[in-house]
């Protein structure tokens, strides 16, 4: 099978590679074998007892049809944990993983979770076995809630009967729940003290680091020994303006790499799961994974101005602060989290399509003041521009 190499034109464009010895085993013909390429470091991840690469293979994306040659080239460097869902890829995203693992005889020996939009008992039992299915598997290492934000999910006694059954059946090994909206504080905290609940993955980047209320809550999670993984860790913008361009980059790293290092020098978060749509950011993100070297201060006060110039262009989620607003119910966080998937991940299909699993009255953005959403806006992101945007782009 061939191992489809990034070219080293391409990998020295990226930047961020350590040494000279790095950037030839990365290339060398010895790429093609597992056993010589450099590992990405694994951290156990909370009470599973298991240890899992710090970087993780994000399926929000999806994966090609016929084969795709990110999942081998993550394989060889020790990513071998899927980040799956059943709406990703618009429902593909776990039938073409498991097409692309068949084919190289790793469907049994890599770690999967996928994640479940359901948060009923009924609905997600069904959609456990529907990614059974679609996987070609027998059990899921992990399943989760798929962004949740109410709290009170987190009391739904019949579900989480429905999760042990799964669990003594083997259908699922460990369970936990995803959210990336304005409650990832409070869910947190309140995850702490339930004991079924074995991993949370949740919305954590360089913008967020001084914030008291999140780190109570993380301390609250890992105290609890929940493992914990980090998305959104580029912290994206909403708006058009290609910010992260301004970026300084010191000495080695570039921003993508620099803030990714950056959550991995917080040792309560286990991993990072990261969206790579390209063979270039998968390997310019294992280059800063496997180096071993630690940001200095001059990466961490570029890392610091640069939270501060994107402060205002960045939606932290907290929707119920704005849309509190405008008078009727607009969920502002979803949709500007699609003009970003539009504008900074140029995903157009995805940013449609999530924006169309909203409620008809939330995607109803005619006659409405977003100057008023702007002001509520603690951040001051200019809302009125984005959902301008939002309007031509997604209704």
């Not at 609890?224 to 980090?230: F, H, Q």
């Not at 290092?261 to 917080?266: F, G, M, P, Q």
């Not at 299909?349 to 909203?358: C, G, P």
Request: aromatic share 6%; glycine share 8%; net charge positive.
């Amino acid at each position: 099978m061939s191992d489809l190499p990034v070219s080293r034109r391409h990998l020295l464009a990226l930047g961020g590679v350590a040494s000279s010895g790095l950037i030839s085993s990365l290339l060398s013909g010895a790429e093609a074998h597992a056993a010589d390429a450099p590992k990405v470091p694994r951290r156990t991840l909370g009470k599973t007892g298991q240890k899992v690469p710090i970087l993780l293979l994000g399926g929000g994306s999806g994966f090609d049809d016929k084969f795709d040659p990110r999942i081998p080239q993550a394989l060889r460097h020790g990513v071998d944990y899927i980040d799956a869902a059943r709406k990703y890829a618009g429902g593909t995203c776990e039938a073409n993983a498991r097409k692309t693992l068949t084919r190289i005889n790793q469907l049994d020996k890599v770690w999967i979770t996928s994640k479940s939009g359901h948060y009923d008992a009924a609905g997600f039992a069904a959609d456990v076995d529907e990614s059974l299915k679609q996987l070609g598997r027998k059990h899921i290492d992990l399943y989760y809630l798929h962004g949740i934000e109410d709290l009170a999910v987190l009391d739904n006694k019949e579900l989480f009967q429905t999760v042990e059954k799964l669990k003594a059946a083997g259908k699922i090994k460990y369970f936990g729940f995803s959210c990336h909206d304005g409650t990832v504080a409070e869910l947190l905290t309140k995850a702490a003290g339930i004991s079924l609940i074995d991993s949370i993955m949740f919305r954590y980047n360089f913008r967020q680091y001084g914030d008291k209320a999140l780190n109570d809550a993380i301390d609250a999670a890992a105290k609890a020994n929940i493992g914990l993984i980090a998305m959104k860790t580029q912290g994206s913008e909403a708006g058009i303006e290609d910010a992260w361009k301004k970026f300084e980059k010191t000495g080695k790293w570039t921003k993508h790499q620099a803030v990714l290092k950056a959550v991995w020098a917080d040792t309560r978060i286990t991993a990072a799961v990261s969206h790579m749509d390209s063979l270039e950011k998968l390997q310019q993100n294992i280059a800063a994974a496997v180096d071993n070297q630690k940001l200095g201060a001059a990466d961490w006060q570029s890392i610091e101005r640069y939270a501060r110039a994107t402060r205002s262009l960045a939606c932290d989620g907290c929707g119920q602060r704005c849309a509190s607003a405008l008078g009727r119910p607009v969920n502002v966080a979803t949709t500007l989290r699609c003009v970003m998937y539009h504008d900074v991940y140029k995903d157009a299909d995805k940013a449609q399509r999530v924006f169309a699993e909203l409620p008809a009255e939330q995607r109803n953005l005619s006659g409405l003041d977003f100057d008023a959403a702007s002001r509520a806006c603690p951040h001051g992101v200019n809302i009125a521009q984005h959902m301008e945007r939002a309007r031509a782009i997604l209704a």
